[in-house]
């Protein structure tokens, strides 16, 4: 049974930093990731990476937010810096399998103040 648990979210003010983590276990994940809703927003994509270390990451994220992963460990590390009031949403754990299938986590709530 594959399971993500999150954790780091929480409130800080613009131009502070927070690190997300997610422990993955249950299968072998060829990529990870995360994704974040702001409210009454579609979900999308911040950053993922592969099990060969290849990155990916959206453009309003580039330059602050920087994905890393233990692959030993399963897990995925999201630091992120120079925080805005527009990076405030749910983030959510993504990974997917060796079969293209896509695991979800609970999500946790990162707050920027202004």
């Known amino acids: 049974q594959v399971q993500l648990v999150e954790s780091g979210g929480g409130l800080v003010q613009a131009g502070g930093s927070l690190r997300l983590s997610c422990s993955a276990s249950?299968?072998?994940?060829?990529?990870m990731g995360w994704y974040r809703q702001a409210p009454g927003k579609q979900r999308e994509l911040v950053a993922t990476i592969t099990i060969g270390g290849n990155t990916n990451s959206a453009d309003s994220v580039k330059g602050r937010f920087t994905i890393s992963r233990d692959s030993a460990k399963n897990t995925v590390y999201l630091q992120m810096n120079s925080l805005k009031p527009e990076d405030t949403a749910v983030y959510y754990c993504?990974?997917?399998?060796?079969?293209?299938?896509?695991?979800w986590g609970d999500g946790t709530l990162v707050t920027v103040s202004s």
């Open positions: 993504n990974a997917r399998d060796l079969y293209a299938r896509n695991y």
């Open positions: 249950g299968s072998i994940f060829a990529a």
